[in-house]
């Protein structure tokens, strides 16, 4: 019976040290967030009849306010039509995933709107921009096949 040859150790790759420019881009980042309201994950749940849509937060309502904040609305029965909006806008191939439902929220959220009617344009562009990258999408697989 042969001996095993012991493999020679593979280096690993030096450690990544962060570069000046690393730094700067880093602060823009932040800086582009201060004082914009973040908003906390859109929750999806599989049930009998669908799914259920709601707030990744430690206190929903909260969630919710926010949302209508970045609405530019106090009004929460808008508010949550336009979360359920989002969140229908965001299935894809039936599926409806968490992360496609926060991404259709955080377009509104980029847009900006300054008040609930430019909400609902911010909405539309939103889905808009979601139905053109499943189009896209099934024309890139079709042309694999």
């Known amino acids: 019976m042969r001996a095993k040859r012991k493999q020679p150790a593979k280096k690993s790759a030096p450690a990544y040290e962060p570069t000046a420019?690393?730094?700067?881009?880093a602060r823009q980042f932040l800086k582009?967030?201060?004082g914009r309201t973040r908003l906390a994950p859109i929750a999806v749940t599989r049930t009998e009849r669908g799914h259920s849509?709601?707030?990744?937060?430690p206190v929903p309502g909260l969630a919710a306010i926010a949302f209508a904040n970045v609405l530019q609305t106090d009004?929460?029965?808008?508010?949550?039509?336009?979360l359920l909006q989002a969140a229908s806008m965001a299935h894809d191939a039936g599926e409806l995933t968490?992360?496609?439902a926060s991404f259709a929220?955080?377009?509104?959220?980029s847009i900006g709107p300054r008040d609930p009617t430019e909400a609902l344009l911010a909405s539309q562009m939103a889905a808009v921009q979601l139905a053109l990258?499943?189009?896209?999408q099934r024309a890139?697989?079709?042309?694999m096949m």
């Open 21 to 25: 420019a690393d730094g700067s881009t």
């Open 32 to 34: 582009r967030g201060e």
């Open 53 to 57: 849509v709601g707030w990744e937060h």
């Open 75 to 82: 009004d929460q029965t808008f508010a949550q039509g336009m």
């Open 98 to 100: 968490t992360e496609n």
């Open 105 to 109: 929220a955080s377009i509104i959220r």
């Open 133 to 136: 990258s499943k189009a896209a």
């Open 140 to 143: 890139a697989d079709s042309e």
